[in-house]
């Protein structure tokens, strides 16, 4: 059974192949490169543990050709103007290629109308149900490789030195948190028996919380540590805009407008759920941000959480 990763390149797809690469028999494991640059980059990470095959999202023939021999495919596509239509793509070429399982990365409540991104992820699922294909649904709080509620977004070594959370968002309102090594457990559990998975829609979230509840998790833990107390604060949002432009990055102003209106949907609604399937999931409790600040801190990781948002 060969695995495809779609893209390889994602930080998210980094921590299913991760957890791919330490099962006790991996599978064939295949990556999605979108140009030669990206595909050198992923055999110097992975190595001979995997093979790397380059491919463009926007055209169907190349995905065909590389979902060619491919059981299962892990699809975590890129949020942007044109998502619906690469999501399709993968999809249609899944198809063609006789792929027996497609799992696809959505997003947490994805029937929420106000925030685009969300619309096209139910799009996409839409489109994945009416194909015909057998597949599974991970649905997590996530903007892609950007910053939401996905802990690692979060630097912790900052967080513990400076005594801040900063957000562009109201830190009074609830949120649902998702450790990324325990999102890496459940795809490959699915991935490895997907005959057990098929048709199945799952919400992912692993504790619920305000980032003011955050900090105080912060603020009891560095206390022992002789460090500051931790508060969340609200920046605005064009401050936060400006550390894109760092290094010359420009947001396109489809993005730009999908960011403003999930920071004012988080500002009123938030964006909760429910802990059950998670635990079901792993077989045990999902991660809190206690134990993973007990976690990263017992393998001197802190460095390694490089998130946009945190300082």
């Not at 690692?152 to 900052?158: G, L, P, T």
């Not at 900090?215 to 604060?233: I, Y």
Request: aromatic share 10%; net charge negative.
């Amino acid at each position: 059974m060969t695995i495809l990763l779609a893209p390889g390149t994602s930080r998210t797809v980094s921590f299913v192949i991760k957890a791919l690469l330490s099962s006790p028999s991996p599978p064939p494991i295949r990556l999605l490169a979108h140009t030669p640059a990206s595909k050198t980059t992923l055999e110097t990470t992975y190595g001979a543990s995997v093979s790397v095959v380059i491919a463009d999202l926007e055209d169907k023939a190349t995905l065909e050709k590389a979902m060619d021999g491919v059981s299962v495919v892990f699809y975590n596509g890129p949020v942007g103007e044109h998502e619906v239509q690469l999501g399709k793509n993968a999809i249609d070429a899944a198809v063609a290629a006789g792929v027996q399982h497609f799992m696809f990365c959505s997003v947490l409540h994805p029937y929420i109308s106000k925030m685009t991104h969300h619309r096209h992820k139910l799009d996409i699922e839409e489109y994945l149900f009416e194909s015909g294909l057998p597949y599974t649904i991970i649905q997590f709080p996530s903007f892609a490789e950007q910053p939401t509620h996905l802990m690692q977004n979060v630097s912790i070594a900052d967080v513990l030195k400076s005594g801040h959370i900063n957000i562009p968002w109201e830190p009074s309102v609830l949120h649902g948190f998702l450790d990324l090594d325990d999102l890496g457990a459940v795809a490959v559990s699915i991935l490895l028996s997907p005959e057990k998975h098929v048709r199945a829609r799952y919400e992912l979230v692993g504790q619920n919380l305000t980032y003011d509840e955050v900090a105080q998790v912060f603020t009891k833990f560095n206390k022992t540590r002789g460090g500051p107390a931790v508060e969340s604060v609200k920046i605005e949002q064009e401050a936060f805009f400006a550390r894109f432009e760092v290094g010359g990055r420009r947001l396109e102003s489809w993005t730009k407008n999908a960011f403003h209106r999930m920071m004012t949907y988080y500002d009123e609604r938030g964006l909760p759920g429910s802990t059950n399937i998670l635990r079901y999931l792993l077989g045990r409790e999902p991660t809190t941000w206690k134990a993973l600040l007990e976690r990263e801190t017992v393998k001197g990781a802190q460095a390694s959480n490089t998130g946009f948002i945190i300082e």
